[in-house]
């Protein structure tokens, strides 16, 4: 993790609200009524981050991940698409981490990683999703890019669109 930047901002919430989408898109035949929120959860992120810079507010974006949450949990701990669900919801929970984190991080990667992933293991404990999920991370790969690893390898068993990041 790192000190947050205007490009990373925009990519975390273009990775995750794309995610939420792409999940929307797949319940929109079966449960439309879940699939409708969960849209626009998913463009809220983007159009939350799309131009955010340094400097600016992070309670706007804090606000559009918190509303992708209440989204989330209207999917059934049941559903095929839960698996996805989880893996959402633990991104979101590590993007506001960061964002939450950022005066006391130093810099120092792997403690201020110790520190984002304890604060996130706070957040939204009262959701269905909290603890269902474990973004596995590899040495020397992103945060990013474990999120999209992990999102497609269960998207691949449901048939959901991949994410790219």
Do not use: Y
């Not at 509303?67 to 839960?82: D, G, K, W």
Request: glycine share 6%; with cysteine.
């Amino acid at each position: 993790m790192c000190k947050v930047t205007a490009n990373q901002i925009q990519a975390d919430g273009k990775a995750v609200g794309t995610a939420l989408d792409n999940i929307a898109a797949a319940l929109q035949a079966t449960d439309p009524a879940t699939a409708a929120p969960l849209k626009e959860a998913g463009d809220g992120i983007i159009a939350a981050t799309a131009n955010w810079q340094e400097g600016s507010p992070l309670a706007i974006i804090e606000d559009a991940e918190q509303a992708a949450i209440v989204a989330l949990n209207l999917i059934p701990v049941t559903s095929p698409f839960a698996g996805l669900a989880a893996i959402a919801f633990t991104a979101i929970n590590l993007l506001i981490a960061n964002s939450q984190t950022q005066p006391q991080q130093t810099g120092n990667v792997i403690a201020d990683a110790h520190m984002m992933i304890s604060k996130a293991q706070t957040l939204n404990t009262q959701s269905q999703w909290a603890g269902k999920a474990n973004i596995s991370h590899h040495f020397m790969e992103s945060p990013r890019k474990a999120f999209e690893r992990n999102f497609n390898t269960e998207a691949d068993k449901v048939g959901v669109e991949h994410v790219t990041v």
